[in-house]
Structure formats: C-alpha cells, structure tokens
C-alpha cells in the first residue's frame, strides 16, 4: 500500500485527526495555506472523485461543514481537484476546508473566465443534460 493517506487510515502514518466515522476522517493539513487548513477524505481508496461510490461519499459535506465551524472561519474554500493537471498531489480523494482569513493566506486562485457564446454553451447543456 503505497498511499499515504490510506496509511493515516491505517494509523501507520501519525496525523492530526479532527473527526473519524466508518466513512471518513478529516485531519489537520501538514502544510496549510492557513491556520485551520484541514482535509476530509472518504475511507474508500480511489484517486478521483468519479472512482468512489455514492455512499462512501454521503458524510463528506457535512464533515467539512463541521470543520468550517470549528475554526470559526468566515470566509473559506473547499477545494477537490482530480488529476495531475487539476493540481491533485495526492492519488487519494480529498476536500480541502481552507479558511481565507486574509488576502495573503488561504488560497489564492486565478478564474480566467471567458465570454459565453450562446448557441455552443446551448448545445453543451443538451449534450450533458442527456447523459444525466
């Protein structure tokens, strides 16, 4: 077993552990953006979001939601990315609860949004609403 996070699970890597259920289990970040950074991570192994079952996934929200009034943060993100180019550096899935108590702490992100065309976004609602 080669991940990391299955081994905090395990208990054969020490963490900081802020909640555990059969399901889940939020830890403290080992290298936060800010004070409070922590993770919720569903028991079930698989690298992407798509790879876990419904099931495995149904505490996650809430956990996170704790996490958000432990730390009293005000302003924060909750963040999961999948794959190498969506900054996923872990091969576990994983939510970041980051609280953003400033400019310069938390999370700092770019948002290149683009102008809409109508009639392609139109034909992309189709496309996606039938395989719903």
């Known amino acids: 077993m080669a991940c990391?996070?299955?081994k905090i699970i395990k208990g054969d890597i020490p963490a900081f552990k802020l909640f555990e259920s059969?399901?889940?289990l939020a830890f403290l970040d080992i290298q936060p953006l800010s004070r409070g950074h922590a993770l919720v991570i569903p028991k079930f192994h698989g690298a992407k979001l798509t790879d876990i079952p419904?099931?495995?996934?149904v505490e996650i929200l809430p956990v996170a939601k704790k996490l958000v009034l432990a730390s009293g943060a005000t302003n924060y993100n909750i963040l999961q990315n999948n794959g190498r180019l969506a900054h996923q550096e872990?091969?576990?899935v994983h939510f970041h609860m980051i609280p953003k108590p400033n400019g310069?702490?938390?999370l700092g992100i770019g948002w290149p949004?683009?102008?809409t065309d109508m009639e392609k976004l139109m034909e992309l609602f189709g496309e996606l609403k039938s395989k719903m």
């Open 4 to 6: 990391s996070f299955c």
């Open 22 to 24: 059969e399901k889940v």
């Open 54 to 57: 419904d099931d495995q996934l």
């Open 90 to 92: 872990v091969d576990h």
């Open 104 to 106: 310069q702490e938390g």
């Open 113 to 115: 949004a683009t102008e």
